[in-house]
């Protein structure tokens, strides 16, 4: 069996899915394809390396993840294959690839070179099927691509630091689907840069001294239940991913509200930590 993953930002509404899942199970005998995301925000690099970042790792070795977001090709966005810890991604040179490999090193990129036998105004499709169908068949990847030494970087989604190393300047990378905002400062930057020390978390108006462990840790379940500060109690926590996060305790975006709509934080928005001297 060979499994492939589908992220894209492609949505649901139009048949585009269901051609490329059609695609891969005529080309690829014994496929098993599995939807990571199709709600990406459209052309949303960032957004689409948090959540492939943090999702491929639960797949086995071997799997082979096509990323369909800002796909087409142009001199300025060829298209890639990437092996990975054992993984397999194919999409476009865009950043999204940096984001997901950090600062480690692939076992093989290519850039991909078959566009010449393929017409596509449709490349997921024509182009990202056709070479995991290449390396469904244990292909290797210079029979598709030349090797490629260096891809693009997205540095403007890493998190700053001030040199006097007492503030972090970071933003929201991602809203979730109960409108918790994700952040660029990772538990290891803040442990790293804080080193234990008070600190006050700012989001536009909002203020957090304090990081809770999980949701359910910001209750305190010791007072009677009409006595808690539950609906609508803000908080702060590093999530499963270890993402620095702000939410709001049983929230929801079409009811009681929501971190990004309450504290009125979206995409790119900036979120800093102020450490104590």
């Given at each position: 069996?060979?499994?492939?993953?589908?992220?894209?930002?492609?949505?649901?509404?139009?048949?585009?899915?269901?051609?490329?899942?059609?695609?891969?199970?005529?080309?690829?005998?014994?496929?098993?394809?599995?939807?990571?995301?199709?709600?990406?925000?459209?052309?949303?690099?960032?957004?689409?390396?948090?959540?492939?970042?943090?999702?491929y790792k639960a797949f086995p070795k071997g799997s082979i993840h096509i990323v369909g977001v800002e796909s087409e090709y142009t001199p300025e966005n060829i298209h890639l294959a990437m092996q990975f810890e054992g993984h397999f991604f194919?999409?476009?040179?865009?950043?999204?690839?940096?984001?997901?490999?950090?600062?480690?090193?692939?076992?093989?990129?290519?850039?991909?070179?078959?566009?010449?036998?393929?017409?596509?105004?449709?490349?997921?499709?024509?182009?990202?099927?056709?070479?995991?169908?290449?390396?469904?068949?244990?292909?290797?990847?210079?029979?598709?691509?030349?090797?490629?030494?260096?891809?693009?970087?997205?540095?403007?989604?890493?998190?700053?630091?001030?040199?006097?190393?007492?503030?972090?300047?970071?933003?929201?990378?991602?809203?979730?689907?109960?409108?918790?905002?994700?952040?660029?400062?990772?538990?290891?930057?803040?442990?790293?840069?804080?080193?234990?020390?008070?600190?006050?978390?700012?989001?536009?108006?909002?203020?957090?001294?304090?990081?809770?462990?999980?949701?359910?840790?910001?209750?305190?379940?010791?007072?009677?239940?009409?006595?808690?500060?539950?609906?609508?109690?803000?908080?702060?926590?590093?999530?499963?991913?270890?993402?620095?996060?702000?939410?709001?305790?049983?929230?929801?975006?079409?009811?009681?509200?929501?971190?990004?709509?309450l504290f009125g934080l979206n995409y790119r928005d900036i979120i800093s930590i102020q450490f104590e001297s």
């Amino acid at each position: 069996m060979v499994l492939v993953t589908l992220t894209t930002d492609f949505g649901h509404k139009d048949y585009s899915i269901a051609i490329i899942k059609a695609a891969l199970f005529d080309q690829i005998p014994a496929v098993e394809v599995v939807d990571i995301s199709h709600e990406i925000s459209p052309y949303n690099r960032s957004e689409t390396a948090y959540i492939l970042k943090n999702a491929y790792k639960a797949f086995p070795k071997g799997s082979i993840h096509i990323v369909g977001v800002e796909s087409e090709y142009t001199p300025e966005n060829i298209h890639l294959a990437m092996q990975f810890e054992g993984h397999f991604f194919i999409g476009a040179d865009n950043g999204i690839f940096s984001l997901i490999k950090e600062d480690l090193i692939p076992e093989k990129i290519v850039a991909i070179s078959i566009h010449k036998t393929v017409v596509s105004s449709f490349p997921v499709l024509d182009v990202f099927v056709k070479v995991a169908a290449h390396i469904a068949r244990q292909g290797t990847l210079e029979v598709i691509g030349t090797p490629l030494e260096k891809i693009k970087e997205l540095t403007d989604v890493k998190p700053v630091i001030n040199p006097d190393q007492n503030q972090i300047l970071g933003s929201v990378i991602y809203v979730d689907n109960y409108g918790n905002v994700i952040t660029n400062i990772t538990q290891k930057v803040f442990k790293e840069v804080g080193k234990s020390r008070p600190f006050t978390i700012h989001a536009r108006n909002m203020k957090f001294n304090r990081i809770y462990s999980s949701y359910s840790e910001a209750i305190d379940f010791s007072q009677p239940k009409e006595n808690r500060e539950e609906d609508g109690k803000k908080l702060a926590l590093f999530n499963t991913a270890g993402h620095l996060e702000l939410a709001v305790y049983k929230s929801n975006p079409n009811t009681v509200g929501s971190a990004s709509s309450l504290f009125g934080l979206n995409y790119r928005d900036i979120i800093s930590i102020q450490f104590e001297s």
